[in-house]
């Protein structure tokens, strides 16, 4: 039995996964805020899973913890996870002891990928994009996480795709984050809201000027960075992921359009077929948790699933 | 002992590689036009390693041509060799019989990238990046060439960096070849020349607005191009190659400039120390051939070095 956590900035999703690879538990809790109340999550959503989901907590061989920021390779130390308020936290160091288990941890967005492989069918290549409040990819080929060199592999969102386009909050202008970002189109929208994509989506559809350009920028970073996972990388299929993508249809709608549009134009585009290798991860899939769960049992076994 | 062909648009470079990978004879001649023709080039240039290289043709095991073209995966079928008049050829089918020994093809551009890798030091991950009359990268990690699911991974030249830019012969606007690519340069210069990049360069100099422009736009493709391998891939090092870095030290400054310029601009981007990470294949490198006679000799080891 593995398990495995998806740490998110206001809720941390817990599986228990079995040997055969299927998912016999599953719990949700609320994530603490800073590292001592992040590490107090971590433990609490393992014990809720034999309290809640009826899982045999002393079956568990690993515990894997997928976690929005960045993590140092090789070690339990994760830093500048600022939607969880940590700054530093070995998160293994800081269960491990308690669990009395392997643990391993991961980026978020990396680990989703992992999971969304494996929930795929586990073979050829994928490029799970993830439109969040940032934009980042992990490229997953033959069951494993193309990291590259430095661990900046898949850190699309910082490509610029304008000259001419709105700053991105990494200094560049135009960068597809900077168009397709929650974070930059909430702040260049300016009202608050639970969702405010969302918002912009309906302003949009009401007519709102700021509301369709912020909107047509969505599909336009989000079909850009299609492009250049698929021109780059060549995926076999792109897997979009992330709290943008709660909007469902109607942001891929606008996205096969993008996408369409530019096959119109380009023969060499249309022979990619992008429309016909993208797909949206299901609302509450549990990828980012199972490939956590997947991190997790691959610190036993050489890490057979994370290579340079 | 191995040898490898670069077939090129106007000449054929051929080198024999004995066991240790060193580099024993070297000739080049004229290719030839049409499909014949450069079946004729192919089996001239191994006749003349042993007439005037002094190679010894009785050890030779195998033969690599890399070629401008599309190639079938797998296969020796050869088609849109535009730049050399074929528009259909199964290579190997036309040589191995005349040549006796194992013949393998490949795209020119992948097969310089794994001659880049090979005299790089053969270790790491490496994006060979092709500026060219078009652009085109390949990737080589651990040795072996990134294919992607489809053979088009590497084809960052149809990445669009500004709906603006001009329009590209794919059919979109603002790609990176439409800015970099030689041929794209030369049609907007207009103005005929052995080199018109070169030409373009010297006009710059000389204040020539329109040169100014197409000089500015050639570095800003080339970079965005290193941007998108290192920021998608994380490839350790980019080295560029092709016939447009016949300008060497006067592109590679502009290129160098626009790199400093994001990295003045962005943290992030400055924290991947990209000024560092760009190399330029020296002049004369025999890094195409050398790498078409791996992809030879990798016929006869199952294909060790090209994987899917």
New interface residues.
């Given amino acids: 039995m593995k398990v495995g956590l998806d740490v998110g900035g206001t809720k941390t999703d817990a599986v228990a996964v079995d040997d055969s690879g299927t998912i016999v538990g599953r719990v949700r809790l609320a994530t603490g805020w800073g590292a001592d109340a992040v590490t107090a999550t971590v433990l609490a959503a393992v014990r809720a899973l034999g309290t809640d989901a009826g899982v045999d907590v002393s079956a568990i061989r690993s515990v894997g913890v997928g976690i929005p920021g960045q993590i140092d390779p090789g070690t339990g130390r994760v830093s500048h996870a600022v939607n969880l308020g940590v700054e530093e936290l070995d998160i293994v160091a800081a269960t491990a002891p308690h669990l009395g288990v392997t643990v391993g941890v991961e980026n978020d967005v990396k680990a989703a990928a992992l999971g969304a492989y494996a929930l795929h069918g586990g073979s ?2 994928m490029g799970y994009l993830n439109v969040g409040t940032g934009i980042a ?1 992990g ?1 997953v080929t033959d069951g494993r996480l ?11 969102g ?7 386009g709105p700053l ?1 909050r ?3 202008f135009g960068c597809i984050e900077a168009f397709a970002g929650g974070g930059s189109i909430a702040e260049r929208w300016g009202k608050a809201g639970a969702l405010p994509v969302r918002d912009v989506f309906d302003a949009a559809d009401a007519g709102d000027p700021l509301a369709r350009e912020l909107r047509g920028g969505l599909a336009r970073g989000v079909a ?1 960075a299609i ?10 299929v792109v897997v979009l992921g992330g709290g943008v993508t709660a909007l469902g249809d109607r942001l891929m709608s606008d996205v096969t359009a993008e996408l369409a549009a ?1 096959a119109e ?5 249309r022979s ?1 077929r992008l429309e016909d290798r993208v797909e949206l991860l299901p609302a509450g899939s549990p990828a980012a948790a199972l490939g956590a769960a997947l991190v997790g049992a691959s610190r036993d076994t050489e890490g057979a699933l994370a290579h340079g």
Same sequence: chains 1, 2.
């Avoid at 193309?146 to 699309?156: D, Y």
């Avoid at 996972?229 to 076999?236: I, K, S």
């Fill in positions: 050829g290549s990819a490229i193309w990291r590259g060199a430095r661990g900046t592999a898949g850190e699309v910082h490509i610029s795709v304008d000259p001419n991105c990494c200094g560049q850009a492009r250049v996972l698929v021109l780059t990388a060549d995926v076999d530019s134009a380009s023969a060499f585009m990619l």
